[in-house]
């Protein structure tokens, strides 16, 4: 399921659309955005105002910036190698550390 930030961003690329057609076209095309504001424009009147830049014979730039496009070997914008990173918190309160 997409998140709500996803659909958001489809919905801006695609000016016009309704969140349910985004919403839709992301589950449809497992979650990518490039390909989930491509069906929206290639199937409805919502047309995709920033398509993705087409990457360099080198590979570099362009591309997609889901987890699923890095595996599958694509360029990414973004580091998008770590999915789901634990995050630690670490609470210091006044008295914890000592004097220094």
Do not use: W
Request: charged fraction near 20%; proline fraction near 7%.
């Amino acid at each position: 399921m997409p998140s709500f930030g996803t659909i958001k961003i489809v919905q801006q690329r695609c000016p016009g659309a309704p969140i349910k057609l985004c919403k839709a076209a992301l589950v449809d095309n497992d979650d990518d955005i490039d390909a989930a504001a491509a069906h929206i424009s290639a199937t409805t009147e919502f047309k995709d105002i920033t398509p993705p830049a087409e990457a360099s014979s080198g590979r570099i730039g362009g591309g997609n910036t889901t987890y699923a496009d890095h595996l599958a070997g694509r360029p990414c914008m973004v580091d998008c190698t770590e999915q789901n990173a634990p995050v630690v918190i670490i609470n210091i309160e006044v008295g914890d550390i000592g004097e220094i």
